[in-house]
């Protein structure tokens, strides 16, 4: 069967350029047995045709509020519930505002304020209208009531900038709606384990020895994979995060805590090693905080801490079918990556630069190269989020295949 089959789906096109991708969504929504049915407001209609939604979605373009035959025939209200999901796409800052205040003034936030089904929006629009305060508190304002959110994604603008606002891709629509009806859920059934955040290593009971790692990309890994419907553990280090929703996350301090978690989550079928784990720690730590007393500064004596993606590369019969670590490097990144790949023993190593000014740690986004036996794949910088969703769905295609023999002679 197909994904969407049987799914309704009332898309709202408002006044974008990015309008012309909608079209593209309709199609692919089709071809997965899903229905579409589309308002298009008057600043939409001059970037598409109402002639061309009808073509391609086979069904009737809502566009006027005060149309007598559109009310007598289906009524706004009617138009509004008679849908399983509402998708927004694209999604101007206009429209956003006027979602986030109650407004109705035309048929499609009439449609949006009527509604009693979920929504998704696409936003699409300038960079500088995308950051701007009021659009950030907006989209705020409408994720705490529960709308969903897809993209932007940066890169340039039909205005001519560059940055974050273009729309995301038909496929990237297509994918979290299909996400949102359960229907795309290619690791159902799998085990997932990811890594996230710093160690601590205690030095005395006040100090430690920890990174300024923020978590944010493991935490969006475990969401991601979670979205996919892979049973997830999350064994984080201290961070500011919240844990993920529908992952089951284990809170733990030091590297030792850290595998001890991760062996007690095994077997799996997937580990991503995203911790910035602390390479050593101190021999003895003390019990009693240390004093000055006017002495020298004490010696500190560290030992090596345990390599946790080292230990599940080489975890026998117990060792997940994929195992993907990171390597944040801040030179000769790629050089020391697969240098890496061969010291642990992983099936994939993605490499980021975290040199000063790139604001890989403790930012937003990442660049990264997957590299694994058969070369390098470059990724264009992107949010941690999309990272996480990209690598989410590289890794279902790849557990999706039948195993290889590689895989089949690690398991014996
Ligand atoms: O050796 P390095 O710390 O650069 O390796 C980074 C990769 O190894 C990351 O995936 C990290 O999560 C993992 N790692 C680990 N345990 C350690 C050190 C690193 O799992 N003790």
Known sequence: MSSLAGKRILLVISGGIAAYKT??????????????????????????????????????????????????????????????????????????A?????????????????????????????????????????????????????GPNEGDMACGEYGFGRMAEPEEILRAIEEFFGAAAPLAGRRALVTSGPTYEAIDPVRFIGNRSSGRQGHAIALALARLGA??????????????????????????????????????????????????????????????????????????????????????????????????ETEKVIEHAQAKLAKKGCDWILANDVSEGTGTFGGDVNTVHLIDAGGVDSWPRMTKDDVAAKLATRIAKTLGRAPDTKSENRKS
Not at 43 to 61: C, I, N, W
């Open 23 to 96: 079209l593209e969504l309709i199609r692919r929504v089709r071809e997965r047995g899903g229905a579409v049915r589309c308002v298009l407001t008057k600043a939409g209609a001059q970037f598409v045709t109402p002639l061309s939604l009808a073509a391609l979605s086979e069904d009737k373009v809502y566009s006027d509020l005060f149309s007598l035959t559109d009310e007598s025939e289906m009524g706004h209200i009617r138009l509004s519930r008679e849908a399983d999901l509402v998708v927004v796409a694209p999604a101007t800052a206009d429209i956003l």
């Open 98 to 150: 006027k979602m986030a205040q109650g407004r109705a003034d035309d048929l499609a936030t009439t449609a949006l304020l009527a509604t009693d089904k979920p929504v998704l929006v696409a936003p699409a629009m300038n960079l500088r209208m995308w950051d701007h305060a009021a659009t950030q508190a907006n989209l705020a304002t409408l994720k705490a009531r529960g709308v969903l959110s897809v």
């Open 231 to 328: 049973r997830t553990t999350l064994v984080s280090g201290p961070t500011g995060l919240a844990d993920p929703a529908g992952v089951d996350t284990l809170r733990v301090e030091s590297a030792r805590d850290m595998l001890a978690a991760c062996e007690a989550a095994l077997p799996c079928d997937v580990a991503v090693c995203a911790a910035a784990v602390s390479d050593w720690r101190a021999k003895k730590p003390r019990t009693q905080k240390m004093k000055k007393n006017g002495k020298a500064p004490p010696d500190l004596e560290l030992i090596a801490n345990p390599d946790i993606l080292a230990k599940l590369s080489a975890a026998g019969n117990a060792r997940p079918q994929l195992v993907v670590g990171f390597a944040a």
